[in-house]
């Protein structure tokens, strides 16, 4: 079947899922989790033969490692599915209820958003996770998942949609699995039927389908996120907040690439970071270098997503300097100050134009699960529909419903009749 | 000044206008409504200016009609900002307060977009309008007007400017003017610095803007809006609102264009549709055309939004084949059922996959001022960010501020400390 067959099926079922009950849903999500319970011993001599494939290839360890199953993945694989199925349903959430004249009344109610495209690297778990979260939405969905991960993704996908339509047919075409790069390509152009992109990988991947697409995209290029330690920063905390910022994992988008510092405390603070942050790289800009040792930071260091232990260090003359700094290098992700004054936080939360924006905490705190949301569906940087972590809230549009009695238009047109806008409870 | 040098300052401005006070704003726009009475003389003679020009031009009449300002339209543009100045601040609302843990503090607030590109055709109220709804919303925005206008924007632009500037320098930069078709296309190129364009005119010029940009555009191409009289639908009511939703306004995107009704009502109903729709020229399948006289519809006829006094009417076999209708010929814009049965009008509402769905009342009713958002920005189709009648919160995002005492995730990774994730009030 061609891409935009699949698609067109995939808007077809989108239709019918926007009215499926959420117990209906959770039954789903049930019926996946012990289908993969029962079914795990293909799904790893599956995924065995791509490692094999993987090894003879000579992909990287890092990305075998991704790449492999286990019983014990298999097993959190299942306790996410019913994880889940016990968020609220985003679904049919009355977000606005008003009277627009007696027995005129309007609502705004949450709908899925239709049909999602969704191309993902290397871990095969993302294929569970990412379907789990389309079935709680209500969403049609087309998957890419990595081509060194086919076999191990094909038989999940065969396992997850044996569920779905035996549960109940309504969910019959509502996920497709796409296998080859030429399908990408396809599906990037399908903006009548795909309502919403979301890239799941390197910041390559992203950047390469904000190219080649005018389908909305949800996701971010780039995680170039910084840490401002303010004149009146608690230095023994900006030394640690660095530290989990920048060493807790490097290689995740929140970590800290840029620390930007006070004139004024720079002398007492530098050294300190210095000594605390010892397996870190230190780039630092002349006013840095003059206080401690480290490489020469270039023009390039400040626009860079280093992903690793390197560290971009600069002295600003005052909180403004550090917004302004933040604002033409950053990403828009995650950022931070450390400050005692509250008056000078309020300034660089406000005046920082990110996602997210801390005060007196790790910029590693940003993501979905840690916010709260249950799920994660992806981080956007974008300002149109989600922003930041996005959990299922960012699968769904809504719409709005107006009930009445026969009332034209003409009537309040014509002055015989009045709107009372009377907002309901 | 080029248009990517104008974007570069508007962006600029953006990050400043993001912490301007509501008071400060509402400010603004009295003192733009004040400079607008004392200079109604100036720009009335620049209008008549635009107007000779479109008269000699050989313009067509209607053009000429919503190019000529009058004082009492001037009146109503300054009615209009000081009422846009009594409208709900729509940034730094709190929409989420989640405790991650004690002393951990999780805000979402709404915030502007950042910078806005608008283009508009023909009225130069449009100019006035889309300036306050962006004062309002603390972004900043680049106007493009019809060029038939030209002096009236410029001047009206001019006095705009001066107004903001007198009010506080926050606003230095924050409005933009283009005057060329060639600004136009280099605008729907700066990505980067442009976040979101609005079109506000004929779906010609939506469609070119959506075919010519990566930015996310707001809006619809078109309305093509449907009217379902279902086999319990009460006759009179089905008549009356066929009426008003074809006639009272014809070329306006929420009137309809196609008709529906079940085959079991359909030789009552029809005869009485003929009659109330006189002036209305009727094209039916073949099924309508054996109970009453009518052109012979074409497929075509489905997807054609007429703007005019005719309507497609076809007789379906049941709902189910009426939401199927609308969902493959319709534009997602608005579409209404007449229905004794509630039964009947949750089927519909939930299958019909369209921004406004309607139970016995007219699809003219989908309107940001009739459903009380005080003012509308546009009215999108799309699902992603804003659907439906947009009010001034469809010109915001927000952001996530994160307020903690130094956590790390270091402690919370290593099981030291664990989340609440309690929601506050």
Redesign the interface.
């Known amino acids: 079947m061609s891409m935009a067959e699949q698609a067109a099926r995939a808007r077809e079922a989108?239709?019918r899922l926007?009215?499926v009950p959420g117990e209906l849903k959770n039954q789903a999500l049930e019926a996946i989790a012990r289908r993969l319970e029962e079914r795990t011993g293909e799904v790893l001599s599956e995924n065995a033969r791509d490692l094999e494939e993987a090894r003879r290839a000579g992909l990287p360890q890092a990305l075998q490692k991704r790449l492999a199953l286990t019983e014990e993945k298999m097993g959190q694989m299942a306790a996410s599915l019913r994880e889940v199925g016990r968020l609220e349903d985003p679904v049919g959430r009355t977000l606005l209820a008003?009277e627009?004249d007696e027995g005129?009344v309007?609502t705004k109610v949450s709908v899925p958003?239709?049909v999602v495209g969704i191309i993902f690297e290397a871990r095969p778990e993302a294929l569970v996770q990412i379907s789990s979260l389309c079935v709680k939405s209500g969403n049609a969905a087309i998957l890419k998942g990595g081509s060194e991960a086919a076999g191990s993704n094909r038989i999940l996908f065969e396992l997850i949609r044996g569920s779905l339509e035996g549960t109940d047919k309504v969910f019959k075409d509502s996920l497709h699995l796409a296998e080859t790069r030429a399908d990408i390509a396809e599906m990037l152009k399908l903006e009548g039927l795909i309502?919403?992109v979301i890239p799941r990988g390197s910041s390559r991947l992203v950047k390469t389908i904000?190219e080649n697409t005018?389908i909305?995209v949800l996701g971010h290029a780039e995680g170039i996120c910084a840490l401002y330690v303010d004149r009146e920063a608690?230095i023994p905390?900006a030394v640690?907040?660095a530290?989990?910022a920048k060493c807790?994992?490097p290689a995740v988008c929140n970590a800290i690439e840029t620390l930007l510092v006070h004139r004024e405390i720079a002398p007492a603070f530098l050294p300190r970071l210095r000594e605390r942050l010892k397996e870190v790289e230190l780039r630092g800009d002349e006013a840095t270098r003059r206080i401690i040792s480290a490489r020469e930071a270039t023009e390039a260091d400040w626009g860079s997503e280093f992903g690793d232990l390197i560290l971009a260090v600069r002295v600003v003359e005052d909180l403004e300097r550090a917004?302004e700094h933040i604002?033409t290098h950053g990403s828009h992700h995650t950022d931070a100050i450390v400050t005692r004054s509250r008056e000078a936080?309020e300034?660089f939360?406000?005046?920082v134009?990110?996602?997210?924006?801390?005060?007196?905490?790790?910029t590693?705190?940003?993501d979905g699960f840690?916010?709260?949301f249950g799920a994660e569906v992806g981080i956007a940087t974008?300002?149109?529909?989600a922003?930041?972590?996005v959990g299922l809230e960012g699968l769904t549009?809504?719409?709005?419903?107006?009930?009445?009695?026969?009332?034209?238009?003409?009537e309040?047109?014509a002055g015989r009749r009045r709107?009372t806008?009377r907002n309901l409870a």
């Open positions: 989108s239709f926007a009215s008003r627009l005129l309007l958003i239709g309502d919403l904000l005018k909305p608690d905390m640690e907040l530290w989990d807790q994992y917004v604002n936080a300034r939360m406000k005046g134009d990110s996602a997210s924006v801390m005060w007196n905490c790790s590693r705190f940003a840690r916010y709260g974008g300002k149109i529909h922003r930041g972590p549009s809504y719409k709005y419903r107006l009930a009445g009695r026969g009332q034209t238009v003409a309040y047109a709107f806008h």
